[in-house]
């Protein structure tokens, strides 16, 4: 990957690792470390991920404008992604207090910046949840999602039985979920679910940086509305959304720190645009 330097570590065992991409763009990557059990969601790796990103949340200026973070990605070391819960260990997880400040689930949902996953293998049960909590999902052909709970005869509670319908419709959602199918990176990607496939990992880890610096560099406060409007939208009916969108629109221009700064920069992204379109064939 893209030269990188090493911000923090988290678990007893540093499950999680989170980098900074060097440069200006302001990008992090957080990594699920723990290859050998295939990032299995043990306790430890559960209170890591939470961890790490309430602390890459809290680097969040309170002048959206003057963020220091611009985009976060989501990969996995090794040959899986997350392969959720051991369930010969449920009891571990029941008794491990992973709920509220220590759940992953809701920190990831909770961050403020647009995460993207990079899916490089199996994403299973409590894994394909992680995958979902993520804004944008990458992938290569080795990344599978399959959904386990009707298999071990658990029940799903991070938004699973609902995103899934959302990102990929009812019936492939019935599909995926009542027979534990696992779903391919190049069905992930007509399902809608996966929004490229790149050749290899090696592609994948180049492509989720690029996606992360093209998301970096354009406005962050409009970023951080766009990421806020569109779950929050997706929540309600139409009319909810739209109602997000006029109140949202009403207050963006007082809350801009520079709209001189803004408008230079937008007149300057403009002639870009010209370039581009004129050399397009």
């Known amino acids: ?44 790796l559960m209170k890591a991920i939470a961890e790490a990103f309430d602390a890459i949340s809290e680097r969040a200026d309170p002048d959206p404008n003057k963020d220091e973070v611009r985009a976060v990605v989501l990969r996995g070391e090794g040959r899986g ?12 997880y029941f008794s491990g207090g992973i709920s509220g400040k220590t759940d992953p689930w809701r920190a990831i949902w909770d961050c403020p910046f647009p995460v993207i996953g990079a899916v490089n293998g199996p994403a299973v049960t409590g894994g394909f949840e ?15 999602f ?20 959302h990102v990929c419709g009812v019936n492939n959602a019935k599909f995926a979920t009542m027979s534990s199918f696992p779903i391919e990176a ?3 990607r007509t399902w809608g679910l996966v929004q490229q496939v790149y050749p290899d990992n090696n592609a994948l880890e180049r492509a ?10 354009n406005h962050p406060m409009m970023v951080k509305r766009y990421k806020s409007l569109i779950d929050g939208g997706v929540m309600g009916t139409y009319a909810d959304g739209l109602a997000l969108e006029a109140a949202s629109d009403s207050t963006y221009y ?8 803004t408008l230079e920069d937008g007149a300057a992204k ?9 050399a397009r064939e």
């Not at 992680?130 to 599978?144: N, Y």
């Open 254 to 261: 007082d809350d801009l720190t520079d709209m001189k700064a």
């Open 81 to 92: 992604f997350a392969i959720g819960l051991d369930i010969g260990k449920l009891d571990e």
């Open 270 to 278: 403009f002639q870009e645009l010209v370039s581009w379109v004129a």
């Open 208 to 217: 989720s940086i690029e996606l992360a610096r093209m998301m970096a560099r």
């Open 146 to 165: 399959m959904d386990n709970h009707a298999k071990y005869g658990v029940h799903p509670g991070r938004r699973l039985s609902q995103r899934l319908m």
């Open 130 to 144: 992680i995958a979902l909590g993520c804004d944008v999902l990458l992938a290569s052909p080795r990344a599978v």
């Open 186 to 188: 190049d069905v992930a």
């Open 1 to 44: 990957m893209t030269d990188r330097t090493r911000v923090a570590s988290y678990g007893p065992h540093e499950e999680v690792l989170v980098d900074r991409i060097v440069g200006d763009d302001g990008i992090y990557v957080v990594s699920l470390n723990d290859p050998e059990t295939f990032n299995t969601m043990t306790v430890a």
